[in-house]
């Protein structure tokens, strides 16, 4: 029982939780912060291969419950840093298939506890990206679709999910336990002269698995993103993104889990510079979630993300 020093400590443990605990109830979810690596490495048009590092740092600062309401940690604290390589390579003008592996170490505290840290590799991902439009004249003066790119993904399970879990803070969950096959779709809009608009929507099947005899069915996905970038020259770009990740109700032996669903909608800034055109760039992101009700549902960890990255190209 808690003394009377240490409820609020004790509540601001009790409210990180429960997410937690359903987490393990209803398995549709990982316990972690992983905002996933999907663009790690990826190819740019006119380049011929690609390799990327990505290092970021997560900060846990709030969760959003089943009811979508934003709950503040208080005396909790979550940490999560994230190295991630990836690369891709274009077999033919317009196909690429590339690749991530993230590596997770993570950092747990509860209240007056001793804080707990684990270090794991998180899910990794393949995925393959065919132009099926590029504009051959992307410095036109009037209005052009830059280009528009179909795109599939597979998420491998090589990160620990939530159903194995040892520690009662969830440090040591890194993956979603669960395969997935998705497809999508991306365009980019030019307006002359230094205007760039993205926007891509995607659907992920995340396949069954049996945990402990029981059929667990995970709720398929859901994810969109859209971006702006000022791009005055081939050194410099700026911009801001939002993004959107839901999942569908979750299923236990054929039975919908109540309240399983989950959302999560995020928005950021990222600054590009080419420290050699065209072959070396880097990047840096900061992103957060959003701390208000109904931006997030099911998401025991939410807060701020920082990111660096540096890209290797060659071209062709």
């Known amino acids: 029982m808690c003394s009377d020093e240490r409820v609020r400590r004790c509540a601001s443990a009790a409210v990180l939780l429960v997410p937690l605990a359903f987490c393990e109830q209803a398995r549709a979810q990982a316990c972690c912060t992983a905002t996933g690596n999907s663009d790690v490495g990826i190819v740019r048009p006119g380049a011929r291969a690609a390799l990327a590092l990505e290092s970021s740092w997560e900060h846990a ?7 979508a309401r934003q709950h503040a940690l208080h005396d909790a604290r979550a940490d999560d840093w994230v190295l991630a390589v990836g690369g891709g ?5 317009p196909l690429q298939l590339h690749g991530a592996l ?3 170490l993570q950092r747990r505290r509860l209240g007056d506890e001793t804080a707990e840290t684990d270090v794991r590799p998180g899910d990794a991902l393949l995925g393959a990206r065919f132009l099926l439009h590029e504009d051959p004249m992307p410095a036109h003066a009037a209005p052009r679709l830059a280009q528009v790119e179909a795109f599939s993904f597979s998420k491998i399970p090589t990160g620990r999910d939530a159903n194995e879990a040892e520690a009662r803070t969830g440090v040591d969950a ?16 030019r307006v002359p002269r230094v205007h760039w608009f993205d926007a891509s929507v995607g659907f992920a099947l995340r396949f069954p698995h049996t945990v402990e005899g029981r059929e667990l069915e995970p709720g398929d996905e859901v994810q969109a993103r859209a971006s702006y970038a000022w791009v005055p020259d081939v050194y410099l770009a700026l911009g801001t993104f939002a993004s959107y990740r839901a999942t569908l109700p979750a299923k236990e032996n054929g039975v919908e889990l109540a309240e399983s669903s989950t959302r999560r909608f995020r ?14 760039h880097l990047q840096t992101s900061l992103s957060s979630d959003l701390p208000f009700d109904g931006f997030g549902r099911n998401v025991p960890y939410a807060g701020t993300t920082l990111s660096l990255s540096i890209l290797r190209t060659w071209i062709r």
């Open 61 to 67: 600062s709030w969760s959003y419950a089943a009811d």
């Open 89 to 93: 390579y274009r077999v033919w003008r």
């Open 102 to 104: 993230p590596l997770r």
């Open 174 to 189: 890194t993956g979603d336990g669960v395969w997935q096959l998705g497809l999508g779709l991306g365009a980019a809009l």
């Open 267 to 280: 928005v950021g800034i990222f600054a590009r510079h080419a420290l050699r055109h065209p072959s070396w």
